[in-house]
């Protein structure tokens, strides 16, 4: 079993940083890989980034990527998601997930484990 809370949320301007985080209890965290979902008022879950439950290997959607950049510290169970350049549509709720394998896959079906999401707020 593996509980996860998000951190680091809130509101900014457009071109403003976040970085959010994700705590993960549990012994095993080293073979979770984890990953990043968003999800804006009436819109469906879509995904942000992943990352490796080794750490080298990442993912990210198209929307974000040279922007958005993840990490994990294994050795303190959290992931990172540090947000740059944010854009009003990078609005939504992000939540962090988990599954138990060595690698970062993209669909939400295959990630068991949620957190209860943070919201980031962008304002132009």
């Known amino acids: 079993q593996v509980q996860l809370v998000e951190s680091g949320g809130g509101s900014v301007q457009a071109g403003g940083s976040l970085r959010l985080s994700c705590a993960a209890s549990g012994r095993t965290f080293s073979s979770y890989a984890m990953a990043w979902f968003r999800q804006a008022p009436g819109k469906e879950r879509e995904f942000v980034a992943a990352i490796s439950s080794t750490g080298d290997s990442r993912r990210y959607a198209d929307s974000v990527k040279g922007r958005f950049t993840m990490s994990r510290d294994n050795a303190k169970n959290t992931v990172y998601l540090q947000m740059n350049s944010l854009k009003p549509e990078d609005t939504a709720v992000y939540s962090c997930?988990?599954?138990?394998?060595?690698?970062?896959?993209?669909?939400?079906?295959?990630?068991?484990?949620w957190g209860q999401g943070t919201q980031v707020t962008v304002s132009s």
């Open positions: 997930a988990a599954r138990r394998s060595v690698l970062a896959t993209t669909d939400s079906k295959n990630y068991y484990y």
